[in-house]
């Protein structure tokens, strides 16, 4: 189990390691409490996978940046101040909690989530973003009934449901009109780019013939 001190040094498997400097493709084995850590970024575990639950609740993260890839268990970051959820792990075994911070959107959600997907509490208007979810996902009483008509106790919906919603296939549509717009801005901006240096180019060499 990884237990952590003060210093962040935990035991596992008979040795001594510091969470601040694990090596590539470690795998900490256990419950991983980062919680009322009062922290305001993570260490990078990015490259580090969680054979247990991660618990990174209640401190004062603005960002997940650097947080584990792959957690086998739950992943908890509730209580936090989160904007967006942009380096969360991509794939979380158990429950994923961001629940009760300052969530406006879910882009950069878990790919895959095993358990329940709770959001509760957060300023959401929209569950656009979420990926394949195993549970239910959990947020405000009326923002579930923008895409359910059914009167949920626990203020629920199945993945399924979700996204066979009209709300949700609408959302889809608008964002695959928007990824198609900004695809074309890229381009145009690529062939732009590629014209003023071949412009440029050709000045430097009429500026080399006149010398």
Same mark, same amino acid.
């Given at each position: 189990?990884?237990?952590?001190?003060?210093? /962040?040094?935990?035991?596992?498997?008979?040795? @001594?390691?510091?969470?601040?400097?694990?090596?590539?493709?470690?795998?900490?084995?256990?419950?991983?409490?980062?919680?009322?850590?009062?922290?305001?970024?993570?260490?990078?575990?990015?490259?580090?996978? @969680?054979?247990?639950?991660?618990?990174?609740?209640?401190?004062?993260?603005?960002?997940?940046?650097?947080?584990?890839?792959?957690?086998?268990?739950?992943?908890?970051?509730?209580?936090?101040?989160?904007? /967006?959820?942009?380096?969360?792990?991509?794939? @979380?075994?158990?429950?994923?909690? &961001?629940?009760?911070?300052?969530?406006?959107?879910?882009?950069?959600?878990?790919?895959?989530?095993?358990?329940?997907? &709770? &959001?509760?509490?957060?300023?959401?208007?929209?569950?656009?973003?979420?990926?394949?979810?195993?549970?239910?996902?959990?947020?405000?009483?009326?923002?579930?009934?923008?895409?359910?008509?059914?009167?949920?106790?626990?203020?629920?919906?199945?993945?399924?449901?979700?996204?066979?919603?009209?709300k949700y296939q609408s959302e889809l549509s608008a964002n695959k009109i928007r990824q198609k717009h900004e695809k074309w801005v890229k381009k145009d901006a690529d062939t732009k780019a590629k014209h003023r240096a071949g412009y440029a180019a050709f000045k430097k060499k009429q500026a080399?013939?006149?010398?």
């Amino acid at each position: 189990m990884a237990i952590l001190d003060d210093n /962040f040094d935990f035991e596992q498997d008979g040795k @001594v390691y510091n969470i601040y400097n694990l090596p590539d493709g470690f795998v900490l084995k256990g419950y991983v409490d980062l919680s009322q850590k009062n922290l305001t970024e993570l260490p990078d575990l990015s490259r580090v996978t @969680v054979d247990g639950d991660f618990d990174c609740s209640e401190n004062r993260l603005t960002s997940l940046k650097g947080a584990p890839q792959k957690v086998t268990g739950d992943f908890r970051c509730d209580h936090n101040q989160l904007t /967006f959820l942009k380096g969360a792990p991509q794939k @979380v075994g158990g429950y994923f909690w &961001c629940q009760h911070n300052q969530l406006t959107t879910l882009e950069g959600a878990p790919q895959e989530v095993g358990g329940d997907f &709770c &959001c509760y509490g957060d300023s959401l208007s929209s569950l656009f973003g979420i990926s394949k979810v195993g549970g239910e996902i959990k947020g405000s009483y009326l923002l579930i009934k923008e895409y359910d008509c059914r009167k949920s106790p626990d203020y629920g919906i199945y993945y399924a449901d979700l996204v066979a919603s009209a709300k949700y296939q609408s959302e889809l549509s608008a964002n695959k009109i928007r990824q198609k717009h900004e695809k074309w801005v890229k381009k145009d901006a690529d062939t732009k780019a590629k014209h003023r240096a071949g412009y440029a180019a050709f000045k430097k060499k009429q500026a080399k013939e006149r010398e």
